[in-house]
């Protein structure tokens, strides 16, 4: 497949055209979109698989709006094939990620199905569902001895919210429960629904459920849904974004919390904190497939205790550690990276600067074991005057 042959849809009123020979690249597009149509009107389930990725976002700009349109298109699809792999592989396998030119991609997929798109002379903005030919991917991990599970976890429902003072609001100017219906939660290892909150919840009950109430949070499930129940709460502090993630997943108890400065726009921090947030949804029930069960009295997020029992563990211990990076497109990929690393929680970020990011976080664990993780993932993690110093390779 070649991009060049892409179908432009109209758009503002022109009339469509057509780029190069790619008759059957078009057809392939309008079929996916047709296909998407029909299943969404009749409430089927057939794109609901861990080869489709959903509302990929598109924005990209260049010379004019055909070439933007182009390279809008190559980045969404490697951008959504990535995350069909992580979704496949285990954590541990995440630093054999296969290196596929844009070609190599494009003959992986299977359809892609515009859901909304915009441009101007020289920007290309969308949102793009991408679905993938399972059998070529799964030859493709099986060629290069890459170990892959399509097992997923239960359904769980998530119920954002955002509290203002002494009500409780279904959105606020930060956009949060947008932020979580941006993302592709039905296709992910961890299938999520979200949920509305109802007209009689109050803030004393959610802040009862985030102080640790058994029973309001009980009777909160009871109320919502049967499947396990995540009420995700995020809200603006000052120069901060925090989030909270409390109550039950499809691995068990989370007790999860997160803080992250911003300078800028409120509702890019919280699309950047619902992503992270639910990354550490998936990432819990990743670690749980690829490594044996948590031993007796292991911890979650919170530091709550799963199955309280007597005899020796590894406990969460509390790790602080300056990380160095060369500039902020960095630090945003180490962090992406951190959050993937395996047995990694509750990371936060106390101080950033240029160069350097004070955090930390929760590793169940010993240093040892850590250091190994790291290792594996890319980073080399040393002590250094007393401190404990993450960078890339």
Partial sequence: MNVADRQIAPEFGMAGFQLGHGALRAARVALSAALAVIFLSSGALAADTLYVVAKVSVDATDKDAVAAKAKGMEQAERDAFNVVLKRLMPISAYAQLPDLNQQNVEELIEGVS???????????????????????????LDSQNIPYSETRAEAISILPLVLDGESVKVEGAESWRQAWEDLDLADSVTPATILQPRSN??????KSVLGGDAQAFALMQTEYSYAPLVVAVGEVDGGKFVTRLIGADSVGPINYGHTDTFNGNAKDAARAAAAVAFGIIENRWKVTQDQPAAPAGAKSEGGTDQTPQTGATEVPRNVEATVQFTGLKDWQEIRARLMQVAGIQGLEVNAL?????????????????????????????????????????
Avoid at 116 to 140: I, P
């Fill in 114 to 140: 515009i859901r909304s798109e915009r441009n101007s002379t020289t920007r290309y903005l969308a949102s793009l569902d991408v679905s993938f030919n399972s059998q070529a991917v799964k030859q493709l």
């Fill in 353 to 393: 600067s240029a160069r350097a990011a004070s955090i930390t976080f929760d590793y169940a664990g010993s240093l040892g074991k850590l250091q190994t993780e790291l290792g594996q993932s890319g980073f080399a993690f040393d002590e250094k005057d007393g401190t404990f110093v993450l960078r890339s390779k």
């Fill in 201 to 206: 919840l109050t803030a004393e009950t959610v």
